[in-house]
């Protein structure tokens, strides 16, 4: 398949566009499973889950990115895909790696952030009972 046949692929990330370029297949995993689309296919758009995203190139290079979740609208030969957080790598063994330890962080992160807010909740709620009892004494 040439160029002029490509789907034009671009991923787009929070502050900055990962990837724009031609391909000619594209394989993600969805929440129900994953999927495969080439340039003719039906329009629609996909929440992804967290995985290994892969499309083919015109000259027939196989390219993999790892997502952290987002979503993928396929619009005739135009595929965009947001997500907050993508890791792109040239061998598919050594992203899975990647991907483990860079999301593994994530995830840490999150947690101790959840559990800040968690606090920050608690401590305005106690606030707010300590100066409604203060009102009613």
């Given amino acids: 398949m040439n160029r ?14 990962l990837l724009d370029a031609p391909a000619v297949r594209v394989v993600a995993e969805a929440r129900d499973g994953a999927f495969g689309m080439l340039p003719r296919h039906v329009d629609f758009v996909a929440a ?26 396929k619009c005739g030969r135009e595929v965009m ?6 890791v792109q790598g040239p061998e598919l063994a050594d992203l ?4 483990a330890e860079e999301f593994a962080q994530m995830d840490e992160h ?9 606090r920050l909740e608690a401590g305005a709620l106690r ?11």
């Fill in 96 to 99: 899975r790696t990647v991907v």
């Fill in 110 to 118: 999150e947690r101790r952030a959840r559990s800040a807010l968690t």
């Fill in 4 to 17: 002029a046949d490509a789907m034009h692929l671009r991923i787009l990330l929070p502050t900055a566009v």
């Fill in 127 to 137: 606030r707010f009972l300590e100066l409604e009892a203060h009102e009613r004494g």
């Fill in 81 to 86: 895909v947001s997500t907050p957080v993508a």
């Fill in 48 to 73: 992804l889950a967290a995985g290994i995203f892969t499309y083919e190139t015109p000259a027939g290079d196989e390219c993999h990115i790892a997502v952290n979740e987002g979503t993928l609208v």
